[in-house]
T-cell receptor
Framework: KAGVTQTPRYLIKTRGQQVTLSCSPI?????VSWYQQTPGQGLQFLFE???????NKGNFPGRFSGRQFSNSRSEMNVSTLELGDSALYLC????????????FGSGTRLTVV | GENVEQHPSTLSVQEGDSAVIKCTYS??????FPWYKQELGKRPQLIID?????GEKKDQRIAVTLNKTAKHFSLHITETQPEDSAVYFC????????????FGIGTKLQVIP
């Protein structure tokens, strides 16, 4: 079966712009979590969605937001981009969240110039 | 919230030797501890996990141990091979509550042929 699909794979944006990233989970998975990965900072949790509801949120500013649709696909939006937002953004899906192991997507590499 | 500390941050071993990565967690309610391997340019992939009702789990050359009293868990890789070279992440989660999966900072393992 298809894995977790993230689009686009690469993105270059200018400071001040906004960006939307997309994640399609494995069929049947209802939980989607988003992480920011930067060198030296590991995997920083952004938020988790389950059945269209945000169930958990990390310590990121309000510029970072997300949503989940009825088909479990999720989008993440970052407004007013800053240079420090340059990172690999990973989404992970699981059947119910929290355990049973995440399956990660390949990520979206965002570069802010 | 949960805090996961992981060390060492880098580890070099000779091919055939063993490698050990250690993690500690802070939330006594955490009861699920997965480990992920991320090869260069690829997505993190679950390699093994352990639940709090088990003290040790093995899968071929990989083993995890958990000490709930001390709140630490470790990954052991025996007979290391060059293809084991990657970044390894430990994580902790509470499967009984709607809490995020918290990752350690990662350990870059280099296996020298």
């Amino acid at each position: 079966k298809a894995g977790v699909t993230q689009t686009p794979r690469y993105l270059i944006k200018t400071r001040g712009q906004q960006v939307t990233l997309s994640c399609s989970p494995i069929s049947g998975h209802r939980s989607v979590s988003w992480y920011q990965q930067t060198p030296g900072q590991g995997l920083q949790f952004l938020f988790e969605y389950f059945s269209e509801t945000q169930r958990n949120k990390g310590n990121f500013p309000g510029r970072f937001s997300g949503r989940q649709f009825s088909n479990s696909r999720s989008e993440m939006n970052v407004s007013t981009l800053e240079l420090g937002d340059s990172a690999l953004y990973l989404c992970a899906s699981s059947f119910a969240g929290r355990e049973a192991g995440y399956t990660f997507g390949s990520g979206t590499r965002l570069t802010v110039v | 919230g949960e805090n996961v500390e992981q060390h060492p941050s880098t580890l070099s071993v000779q091919e055939g030797d063993s490698a050990v990565i250690k993690c500690t967690y802070s939330d006594s309610a955490s009861n699920y501890f997965p480990w992920y391997k991320q090869e260069l340019g690829k997505r993190p992939q679950l390699i093994i996990d352990i639940r709090s009702n088990v003290g040790e789990k093995k899968d071929q050359r990989i083993a995890v141990t958990l000490n709930k009293t001390a709140k630490h868990f470790s990954l052991h890789i025996t007979e290391t091979q060059p293809e084991d070279s990657a970044v390894y992440f430990c994580a902790a989660a509470n499967s009984g509550g709607y809490q995020k999966v918290t990752f350690g900072i990662g350990t870059k393992l280099q296996v020298i042929p």
